[in-house]
């Protein structure tokens, strides 16, 4: 039983195109998120939702738009890829925003831009 | 702003050392602080979650401790095994809405 799954494990796209990975959770969290890993390993946050709500926005190009259709879902679509893109995407959840609850995070879907 | 720095990157180690991994934070109001383990390839697996109330936390040959006021954390592994060589990130909680921000991580390698 996955707690956190994404899919796919690993894209691999052109320049210019443009894709989403997918992120389900089955632990009845109520916030998901998804974090960038670059190449130099380095994790930072992008979006947060809550409740289908967007939390936390940090600084990310609007060629990136997270989309969550229900609480146990948070995709996020990319437009327009480009080079600097290539990096693990990874998604979390955790029971709330209002307690510090420990983040589940999932596999992560390796992006590669060429 | 919140910064995690963990120092050194790498770390290589014989089998059965007792080493400590540390970990500071700029920010000392934090909710929580968490440890990380990352295989190479693969995602982020959890290890230990102290809360801001706490000073440390055990799980199996894993000690995490947290000193808030001084913004550093340690997280000590007793008789290292090859099977620890991974890497080992540092998170720290802040924010009203949760923002879970973390360090570079320290790549451990523990020779057989």
């Known amino acids: 039983d996955t707690a956190v799954s994404q899919t796919p494990k690993y894209l691999v796209t052109q320049m210019g195109n443009d894709k989403s990975i997918k992120c389900e959770q089955n632990l009845g969290h109520d916030t998901m998120y998804w974090y960038k890993q670059d190449s130099k390993k380095f994790l930072k946050i992008m979006f947060s939702y809550n409740n289908k709500e967007l939390i936390i926005n940090e600084t990310v190009p609007n060629r990136f738009s997270p989309k969550s259709p229900d609480k146990a879902h948070l995709n996020l679509h990319i437009n327009s890829l480009e080079l600097g893109d290539s990096a693990v995407y990874f998604c979390a959840s955790s029971q709330s925003t209002r307690h510090p609850y420990e983040q589940y995070f999932g596999p992560g879907t390796r992006l590669t831009v060429t | 702003k919140q910064e995690v720095t963990q120092i050194p990157a790498a770390l290589s180690v014989p089998e059965g050392e007792n080493l400590v991994l540390n970990c500071s934070f700029t920010?000392?109001?934090?909710?929580?602080l968490q440890w990380f383990r990352q295989d190479p390839g693969k995602g982020l697996t959890s290890l230990l979650l102290i809360q801001s109330s706490q000073r440390e936390q055990t799980s199996g040959r894993l000690n995490a401790s947290l000193d808030k006021s001084s913004g550093r954390s340690t997280l000590y592994i007793a008789a290292s095994q090859p099977g620890d060589s991974a890497t080992y990130l540092c998170a720290v909680l802040t924010g009203a809405n949760s923002k879970l921000t973390f360090g570079k991580g320290i790549t451990l390698s523990v020779r057989p």
């Open positions: 920010d000392s109001a934090i909710y929580n």
